[in-house]
């Protein structure tokens, strides 16, 4: 599975991406966050998703589904999926938690696209030996986190969203999975109104405890932190410098992953 990074911001973007990031990727600048999945499963679609694959390279067209996490802008927006539906003949599978198919219905109507509605802790086929399952998470507006199993591989995206969810880890127990995406939105700060429905380093160190003793992932599974926000974090390298003292890693636009 390759798992290529579209954006790792949470919602506070630099302005710089309107004038000297606007046709380059930055460590330093991130977009709206997502993630690319063997070329043509897109998980979310916010305010820079095009502009990522376009800088990238990465034909819309290549995409046949999307997954969405929720309904948060930076992580919908429907002239986006509208623009990614019209770009070749097949339907666009766009998949979300069953409580969003209504809004997204309304949001979608006219495009190439077909909704379809998870019911949370459900394994459901998406492909030839390719799986999904949507897992509660504690965040707003239709949340869903994502276990992917995909020819023998398995990624659990959870982002946006703080902790775990009992339902979600016992789910996860004992699925030894290859990577985990987290949200890291607060980085080391602590006194932050958004710790409610997002996590800190500490908060995801803790619970790396947990899901390490319960076999929720392998012993060398990638670790990886991403939704962070500029205005909670430094640099990139010193997220980078926090994070490896507890083998954790950190994401940035454009990166690509092999697992
Ligand atoms: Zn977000
Ligand atoms: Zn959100």
């Given at each position: 599975m390759k798992i290529t990074f579209t954006g790792t911001c949470a919602?506070?973007?630099?302005?710089l991406l309107q004038t000297v990031y606007k046709d380059c990727l930055d460590k330093d600048a991130r977009r709206s966050s997502g993630a690319l999945i063997d070329g043509h499963i897109q998980i979310d679609c916010g305010h820079h998703t095009l502009d990522s694959l376009r800088i990238q390279n990465i034909?819309?067209?290549?995409?046949?589904m999307i997954f969405l996490t929720h309904l948060h802008d930076d992580h919908y927006n429907p002239d986006s999926i509208r623009s990614i539906a019209a770009a070749a003949d097949r339907r666009l599978k766009v998949y979300a938690q069953a409580a969003a198919v209504p809004e997204l219905t309304q949001a979608l109507e006219g495009a190439n696209a077909e909704i379809i509605g998870l019911t949370l802790l459900e394994k459901v086929q998406i492909g030839e030996d390719a799986y999904v399952s949507a897992l509660p998470a504690?965040?707003?507006?239709?949340p869903a986190h994502y276990l992917f199993e995909i020819g023998g591989k398995k990624l659990y995206y959870a982002t946006d969203g703080a902790w775990i969810m009992y339902d979600a880890l016992y789910y996860l127990?004992?699925?030894?999975?290859d990577m985990i995406v987290f949200d890291?939105?607060?980085?080391?700060?602590?006194?932050?109104?958004?710790?409610a429905e997002h996590n800190s380093i500490r908060m995801i160190r803790s619970m790396c405890r947990s899901l390490k003793k319960l076999n929720v992932?392998?012993?060398?599974a990638l670790l990886y932190l991403s939704h962070i926000a500029p205005s909670l974090h430094k640099s990139h390298e010193e997220t980078v410098e926090k994070a490896q003292k507890s083998k954790l890693l950190v994401a940035y636009d454009g990166l690509e992953v092999e697992i």
């Open positions: 919602r506070d973007y630099s302005p034909p819309q067209s290549d995409i046949d504690n965040h707003t507006r239709f127990w004992g699925q030894n999975v890291a939105t607060c980085g080391d700060y602590e006194g932050d109104f958004r710790v992932y392998k012993k060398d």
